[in-house]
């Protein structure tokens, strides 16, 4: 089983979207896939799987271990279903990190060929117990960013976490990274200037996996998302260096100082 952690620093670029969203393609490519929400404050995974609620924990009768729950051929669960959605999760840190190893060591997977972590936007001691509760069975990080230039600045900090806990990257998926006109032009949807997120991953060596749309036509984010599910069995896992965050730290600022000179 290959666990694949959905990550970004930055809060609001789309991680539980995109936890279904290439859970779903790697299904429809033929893949036996799970998914796990352990973003305790706000989990929502159940709502982006198109449920009004979240479905109640069941455990099953030998060891009394967690059992997910199963949609559109999907494996899922989220701490939502222990505690509802309008509950304020209150938890000290210590509550939360138990919390989070049951649900990685003590849920009755079936037999999964991917299962897909959707981790909440932080670096927390909670973001940092959970890395360390996956070390060494973690097959990689796929980062999800806004090709934005405020998006990028926190895809510096994600990349240096991530570079500290030794955890390999897979890629980079841009979402949102663009809209189409009923004319059927691409335009960019954000105040924000853009940043070319291809360029970025390109002179760091980092795989740029594709580029999500935001739109409403499912068909268009499926598209994208079963380009990617292709060729996510041929990648192999990137470990960060010091020397190549050098090189992005140049690269965003270099691109900082263009935007600040466009502003003028």
Same mark, same amino acid.
């Given at each position: 089983?290959?666990?694949?952690?959905?990550?970004? @620093?930055?809060?609001?670029?789309?991680?539980?979207? /995109?936890? !279904?969203?290439?859970?779903?393609?790697?299904?429809?490519?033929?893949?036996?896939?799970?998914?796990?929400?352990?973003?305790?404050?706000?989990?929502?995974?159940?709502?982006?799987?198109?449920?009004?609620?979240?479905?109640?924990?069941?455990?099953?009768? !030998?060891?009394?271990?967690?059992?997910?729950?199963?949609?559109?051929?999907?494996?899922?669960? /989220?701490?939502?279903?222990?505690? +509802?959605?309008?509950?304020?999760? @209150?938890? #000290?840190?210590? /509550?939360?990190?138990?919390? =989070?190893?049951?649900?990685?060591?003590?849920?009755?997977?079936?037999?999964?060929?991917? @299962?897909?972590?959707?981790?909440?936007?932080?670096?927390?001691?909670? =973001?940092?117990?959970?890395? #360390?509760?996956?070390? +060494?069975? %973690?097959?990689?990080?796929?980062?999800?960013?806004?090709?934005?230039? $405020?998006?990028?600045?926190?895809?510096?900090?994600?990349?240096?976490?991530?570079?500290?806990?030794?955890?390999? !990257?897979?890629?980079?998926?841009?979402? =949102?990274?663009?809209?189409?006109?009923?004319?059927?032009?691409?335009?960019?949807?954000?105040?924000?200037?853009?940043?070319?997120?291809?360029?970025?991953?390109?002179?760091?060596? $980092?795989?740029?996996?594709?580029?999500?749309?935001?739109?409403?036509?499912?068909? =268009? $984010?499926?598209? +994208?998302?079963?380009? $990617?599910?292709?060729?996510?069995?041929?990648?192999?896992?990137?470990? @960060?260096?010091?020397?190549?965050?050098?090189?992005?730290?140049?690269?965003?600022?270099?691109?900082? %100082?263009?935007?600040?000179?466009?502003?003028?």
């Amino acid at each position: 089983m290959r666990r694949i952690i959905i990550s970004a @620093l930055k809060g609001g670029t789309g991680k539980t979207t /995109t936890t !279904v969203n290439l859970g779903k393609a790697l299904h429809r490519a033929g893949h036996k896939v799970g998914l796990l929400d352990v973003d305790a404050t706000a989990p929502t995974l159940y709502k982006a799987l198109g449920l009004a609620e979240a479905p109640q924990w069941d455990l099953d009768s !030998v060891a009394a271990n967690l059992l997910p729950f199963k949609i559109d051929g999907l494996y899922a669960l /989220t701490l939502a279903s222990h505690y +509802g959605e309008s509950p304020a999760v @209150l938890w #000290d840190e210590p /509550t939360l990190i138990r919390a =989070m190893r049951e649900l990685i060591h003590d849920v009755q997977w079936p037999e999964l060929d991917y @299962l897909i972590l959707d981790s909440p936007p932080s670096s927390s001691g909670f =973001m940092q117990a959970l890395y #360390d509760a996956v070390a +060494g069975d %973690v097959y990689g990080v796929v980062l999800v960013f806004q090709p934005t230039d $405020i998006a990028v600045a926190d895809l510096v900090r994600t990349l240096d976490f991530i570079k500290i806990k030794r955890v390999p !990257v897979l890629g980079l998926i841009a979402n =949102m990274a663009y809209c189409i006109a009923p004319s059927g032009k691409q335009f960019w949807p954000f105040i924000s200037p853009k940043a070319e997120l291809g360029e970025v991953c390109e002179e760091n060596g $980092i795989p740029l996996l594709g580029e999500i749309p935001l739109t409403s036509a499912q068909n =268009m $984010i499926d598209a +994208g998302f079963d380009r $990617i599910a292709s060729f996510m069995d041929d990648i192999k896992p990137l470990i @960060l260096k010091d020397s190549m965050l050098t090189k992005l730290y140049k690269a965003i600022a270099k691109r900082a %100082v263009k935007t600040a000179i466009r502003r003028l």
